[in-house]
């Protein structure tokens, strides 16, 4: 018979495993509400489905697409091979709720991991913290390769602090799979080396156990480095970090640089410039990727942390810094996303641990309904907010099927994201011909207008290049006196207004005709 302690705990880890299977159901219909499932993924995540699609048919690594990393693809793809007769936008759902499932049952790890160094009421607001930030959310349904890197590099650290020191294997493991799915973790590798360091530093050497870790590590990075290689023949893991380098100190531009690039390279303060770019980013969106489910816990957590330096805050520190290098190469670039700074949530929730246990001893009833309650509610809030231009979404993809089935080439639109998934379903079961970078060639093509002065000047100096239509939105300032003045552009007919429906996006395609055109 057990004893009254005994018995409680049991029943206290019930209670747990109940709140966690109820915090995951509820992860997933907030996620699944928000999902477009009637629209196609776009930007990075197309191409992505483009591999799994190819490697699910083929049956082996398809040839000439240029990835930094197809880990996610791989993965997608043993799934697809159960759905090849599916129409794309149902692989493409499927591919949605993949990385939904996945990006919810992250929670167990950060519950885990959260519960090594703080009580479980704590650990279970700390998943509660990661499950319902908005952004996380939000990134789930793109279809992109985040959940499953932040899910790896959640286990990578977990595993260093178990107290069954074999289970340091997993750690090596698992940062070998983040960097399957996304190049820069295997960067990750530095500071479980020095954790591991820390952790065993009265071995005068290198035990068994780090040799084998480190031994599962390469196996799995090698090959996965070399077919990488053998298949796009211009990059790998190994390259990409390099690269990186070569970038900030302006030894290289990319072969085909994209604008902000190009402006690096034609200016002489190109290493100043980046610093700037990636310090002022980093701050202003550590700061925005806060809002507004943990920026009052995190700033409770700093001050409330205890100040004595422990190794295992150092271990923290050093998985903070590289984790958080990634984001600020980004922003150095020009690239203005919080989304390269989620992958630092686990750690920034560790943070606020210290902040939900200053929370806890305030004798308020209620306390953690309170704080769930209000993460849920002000998440909710959030992306709803966000996503109050859903159905404008779904009128620029209509807009863009219309587009793609008259139009040789079209201008830059808010909207046109959805040009090559649109021109993949057109083409649909085959696959978009690839083209010299590697990823799925357009078969409309998309004209951007930065650097032009004023549309006749844009529209005469793409007239050889392919452009053919023009869709105008109201408000758009560079095309602006077109949607209000048609009349005085002759050359331009008119051949759609939405004023004639009951959409809501105000916007008018015109086709171009150069014949008439002066």
């Known amino acids: 018979m057990k004893n009254n302690c005994n018995v409680t705990k049991e029943l206290s880890n ?15 219909i907030i996620r ?58 149902e692989l493409m759902n499927i591919q949605r709720i993949l990385n939904t499932v996945i990006s919810v049952l992250a929670i ?12 479980k009421e704590i650990a279970l ?21 985040d959940s499953l890197f932040i899910l790896f590099t959640i286990l990578a650290i977990l595993f260093i602090f178990y107290k069954k020191s074999s289970l340091i294997y997993l750690s090596f493991i698992f940062v070998a799979l983040a960097a399957f799915v996304r190049y820069e973790g295997i960067v990750l590798i530095i500071p479980l080396l020095v954790s591991y360091a ?41 390259t990409q970090i390099v690269h990186r380098g070569d970038f900030i100190s302006g030894t290289i531009i990319e072969n085909k640089p994209d604008i902000d690039d190009e402006f690096f390279a034609t200016n002489e303060n190109h290493t100043i410039i980046f610093i700037e770019n990636a310090v002022g980013g980093f701050i202003k969106y550590l700061g925005w990727v806060l809002i507004p489910t943990s920026i009052i816990f995190c700033i409770l957590g700093v001050i409330f942390v205890p100040k004595k330096i422990t190794k295992n805050k150092i271990i923290f520190g050093l998985f903070f810094v590289f984790l958080a290098s990634s984001s600020i190469y980004a922003y150095g670039r020009g690239f203005q996303e919080t989304r390269y700074l ?32 209000g993460v ?40 046109n994201k ?24 357009l078969i409309t093509e998309k004209f951007p207008i930065k650097g032009f002065e004023e549309p006749l000047e844009y529209i005469k100096f793409n007239k050889n290049m392919g452009l053919t239509h023009l869709l105008i939105k109201e408000g758009d300032l560079f095309f602006d006196d077109i949607f209000i003045n048609e009349r005085n552009y002759s050359f331009l007919e008119k051949i759609y207004d939405s004023n004639d429906s009951d959409e809501t996006t105000k916007y008018k395609i015109f086709k171009i005709n150069y014949g008439e055109l002066k």
């Open 14 to 28: 019930k209670n747990s495993i109940k709140i966690i299977i109820c915090l995951i159901i509820s992860g997933l």
């Open 32 to 89: 699944f509400y928000f999902t477009p499932f009637n629209l196609p993924i776009n930007l990075d995540a197309i191409d992505y489905f483009a591999y799994a699609v190819a490697m699910s048919r083929e049956g082996i690594f398809p040839s000439g697409y240029i990835l930094t990393n197809f880990g996610w693809s791989s993965f997608l793809s043993i799934v697809f091979s159960f759905f090849k007769e599916s129409e794309m936008l």
């Open 108 to 119: 167990i790890p950060i519950y885990l991991l959260v519960k090594t160094f703080f009580r």
């Open 125 to 145: 607001l700390g998943a509660t913290l990661f499950l319902f930030d908005p952004r996380i959310i939000q990134n789930s349904i793109l279809g992109g390769t």
């Open 198 to 238: 820390i952790k065993n530093r009265q071995q005068k050497i290198p035990n068994i156990k780090l040799l084998v870790g480190i031994s599962l590590f390469l196996i799995i990075i090698i090959p996965i480095n070399f077919i990488n290689y053998e298949d796009t023949q211009q990059t790998s893991i190994f």
């Open 342 to 373: 989620l992958v630092l949530l686990p750690i920034i929730i560790l943070l606020s641990g210290y902040g939900l246990n200053y929370l806890l001893k305030i004798n308020l009833k209620h306390i953690q309904i309170i704080i769930i309650f």
């Open 376 to 415: 849920i509610v002000s998440s909710f809030i959030f992306i709803d907010y966000r996503n109050k231009d859903s159905k404008y979404e779904l009128e620029m993809y209509e807009a863009t099927i219309f587009l793609t089935n008259i139009a040789q080439g079209v201008n830059d639109y808010n909207g």
């Open 418 to 441: 959805y040009i090559k998934a649109v021109d993949l379903q057109n083409n649909w079961p085959e696959l978009l011909l690839k083209g010299e970078n590697g990823k799925m060639k």
